[in-house]
């Protein structure tokens, strides 16, 4: 019920009996960009979207009201304007990497959406070592973010992308960690495997206290790497003005701003694919009458649900706390999130080898 | 710097390095004058080392409009208008102190009725000024969210002078001899309706700001500054008196009713950033608490004292001084006896606040620099002038 998996089967059916098997394989690789880059640009614009009215609702005013009903399409018409806006390199910059860093940033975040799974039956590639794709990946922009700020030519530039090349390679440790707890316990990095080992209850209610400790340094250490606040001082407008897209205009900045909010959404998927289950709706036990009536809502809805859900968790941080120093960032990563998230994975690992999980 | 061969084709933008960084690894930059931290057109020229700050050197003089030579040129009753544009969030209190070195030259004597309407005036200014103050300093540690709940209030305040004095931010009410008109008939309800308003908001400022862990250690222990120090620099008001120093003109040379009512001079001892910021906080209360006694005591009478069409001070210089949202407003007349001052000087809060910052700031981080900022309350016009 409820499944794209027919849908994707009968093309994948039609096009290798029509076409020769190269030129299918070619065909299904267009029609999986095309679907990635109209995700990545319609996330792009939900999210910010979403920020914009979150953050208006807390900050009791209005937030965008004059563009299209309720102001919907206020983050087309930015986009549309940032696109059609002239694509500016400042004087005495290193243009080749300057122009080259926002599209690694987006690329990156691009690559990354290919193991997530967004309803059942419904992913780009189930690769064996699908978690580990992901954190690998997704450190890569870290390089892109540097690359900006070398190449700027700009002191503040240069400063944000060094707070942000500490603050990501910092983060990702305890991130990673956290990650390996639930990895542990399923015992397999393939997405496929973790989501369903979560049938009969997700992993934050399934893996006892441990598992819940491993979701709050999730939460907190993947707020960091993709520095949005009260982890942002990589951008820190009070500080660094914009940090390590001070000199980026237009579309180029637009990359930057896409990518930021997508990299958003994909640490909430996830968090929400490892702790709650991704696609998998909410199970208690086996063969029980709540399970069937869970079971009727769409597989998509659960995991868009707990995605979003997350974010506003995120966006919700945002709104509500001051900036930290970076002194305090390093120490809180280094002093109290990775020694209690190493001391909590021999926990998990524990608990796994005894089977104390439900 | 090596220019190549297109760059003549662009005006290349001149960069000021009044220091070359003498050490090997510093880095010298610019803050301002157009920079999102600054409040305004404040420049600094900050040497760093990585993130710790060697030296912190303010340039000023971009928002200069000569106020104080204009005002030669302006009658007595001219040039306290002016003064509105200087610390533009304490206008009234400008005006104020203005007012009441003119009258001390003319020994005006000012009506009752007038005394504790500007002393009511007063305190909603302070309290307007110190509830931006809020909303801008949790924005500079960034917090975004306060500087709303912070203008939904002044956003009252401002419709209370709006009524009376016509204008909200450039009010000019204050005149020689008392205020320039009567308050409005609905002063007294909406000034109630704002202190019950305000008074269940300000336990939300300290909710979301003031208890916050992140908030406590960016503030606590950075931008140190001893009370000997403070006096030294000539630092005034509530940053003065976060180290202690006893400045609180109000108390000390207490002007008009001041000395009729009962509020407390906030004192905090650690001289840190978190005590100029709870001495703000604190002293909203006691404003809120003066502004409770007076409200329901406006005498009757006149509002204005009678005064002649033109005036001319006598020969001879006169100093008053005030206390400002920021700190010590000094007037200084010149007069030769004419209807114009012969010179004028103004002693701002805001300029020798700013003289401390690079005291403080060393061997802090650049987002201290930022929190000190916020915690001295600079307001770039009233340092210009």
Not at chain 1, 277 to 299: A, C, Q, R
Request: aromatic fraction near 12%; include cysteine; proline fraction near 4%.
């Amino acid at each position: 019920m409820w499944s794209f998996e027919n849908i994707s089967h009968s093309i994948d059916t039609w096009l290798y009996n029509t076409f020769s098997p190269t030129t299918a394989m070619l065909i299904e690789f267009l029609i999986i960009a095309i679907c990635i880059i109209g995700l990545f640009s319609v996330l792009g614009l939900v999210l910010i979207m979403m920020e914009r009215k979150v953050s208006a609702w807390m900050q009791v005013r209005l937030g965008p009201n004059r563009v299209g009903p309720g102001g919907m399409f206020q983050t087309v018409a930015d986009t549309l304007k940032l696109i059609v806006k002239e694509g500016m390199t400042p004087n005495n910059v290193d243009r080749f990497l300057f122009n080259l860093a926002p599209f690694i940033v987006m690329i990156v975040s691009m690559v990354v959406l290919a193991p997530l799974m967004f309803a059942k039956n419904f992913q780009i590639w189930d690769i064996n070592i699908g978690i580990l794709f992901i954190t690998a990946v997704s450190s890569v922009s870290v390089i892109g973010i540097l690359m900006a700020g070398w190449a700027s030519n700009n002191k503040y530039s240069l400063l944000g992308a060094m707070r942000s090349g500490a603050q990501i390679v910092s983060y990702e440790l305890s991130a990673g960690l956290s990650i390996l707890a639930i990895v542990v316990l399923t015992g397999s990095l393939k997405i496929s495997d973790i989501i369903n080992s979560q049938e009969n209850g997700w992993w934050i209610f399934k893996g006892h206290i441990p598992a819940i400790i491993a979701f709050v340094i999730f939460i907190i250490a993947v707020t960091a790497e993709t520095n949005r606040a009260p982890f942002d001082l990589a951008e820190a407008e009070s500080e660094l003005t914009a940090g390590f897209h001070t000199e980026y205009s237009g579309m180029k900045f637009a990359l930057f701003f896409l990518a930021e909010y997508v990299n958003v959404f994909i640490v909430c998927a996830v968090g929400a694919t490892l702790f709650l289950g991704g696609w998998m709706p909410l199970h208690f036990g086996t063969g029980n009458k709540f399970n069937e009536v869970m079971d009727y809502i769409p597989s998509s809805i659960w995991f868009f649900g707990k995605t979003f859900f997350l974010i506003f968790v995120i966006m919700w941080f945002r709104w509500t706390f001051p900036r930290l120093r970076i002194d305090q960032l390093l120490n809180l990563e280094w002093k109290y999130l990775l020694p209690i998230s190493m001391f909590n994975l021999l926990l998990v690992t524990v608990i796994a080898i005894l089977k104390w999980h439900f | 710097m090596r220019r190549n061969k297109k760059s003549h084709l662009y005006r290349e933008t001149q960069i000021v390095e009044t220091h070359s960084a003498d050490v090997e690894g510093d880095l010298v930059i610019n803050v301002g004058p157009q920079h999102p931290a600054t409040h305004g057109v404040l420049h600094l020229v900050i040497t760093i080392n990585g993130e710790t700050i060697k030296k912190v050197d303010p340039h000023l003089g971009y928002i200069h409009r000569s106020i104080e030579k204009m005002c030669e040129s302006l009658s007595y009753r001219q040039f306290i208008y002016v003064t509105s544009r200087m610390d533009y969030l304490s206008s009234h209190i400008n005006n104020h102190g203005c007012a009441l070195c003119v009258e001390k030259g003319l020994q005006i004597q000012v009506p009752p009725r007038a005394q504790v309407i500007r002393v009511l005036m007063d305190e909603l200014t302070r309290l307007a000024s110190h509830q931006l103050w809020w909303g801008a300093m949790t924005m500079d540690v960034g917090a975004l969210t306060p500087f709303f709940h912070a203008f939904r209030e002044r956003e009252m305040i401002n419709d209370i002078m709006e009524e009376t004095c016509g204008a909200r931010l450039t009010m000019n009410y204050m005149v020689p001899g008392g205020v320039m008109a009567d308050i409005h008939p609905n002063f007294q309800r909406k000034v109630k309706e704002f202190i019950t308003h305000f008074k269940t908001k300000i336990g939300e400022y300290d909710e979301l700001v003031t208890g916050n862990v992140i908030f406590q250690n960016r503030m606590k222990g950075v931008g140190y500054i001893s009370k000997e120090d403070a006096i030294s620099y000539g630092m005034t008001g509530p940053s003065a008196r976060g180290s202690a120093v006893q400045c609180d003109i109000r108390k000390l040379y207490p002007y008009e009713v001041y000395d009729k009512v009962q509020f407390d001079e906030i004192l905090e001892t650690d001289g840190d950033s978190f005590a100029r910021y709870m001495v703000r906080m604190k002293e909203m209360h006691q404003s809120l608490s003066i502004i409770e006694q007076l409200i329901d005591n406006i005498p009757d009478g006149d509002f204005q004292a009678k005064t002649k069409a033109v005036l001319k001070l006598p020969k001879g210089e006169f100093y008053s001084r005030i206390e400002t949202a920021r700190g010590e407003f000094g007037v200084y007349i010149v007069s030769e006896g004419g209807t114009t001052p012969y010179r004028i000087k103004f002693r701002s809060p805001g300029f020798s606040n700013l003289s401390a910052l690079d005291h403080m700031a060393r061997g802090g981080k650049i987002g201290d620099l930022v929190a000190m900022m916020g915690t001295l309350d600079l307001v770039i016009p009233d340092i210009d002038r």
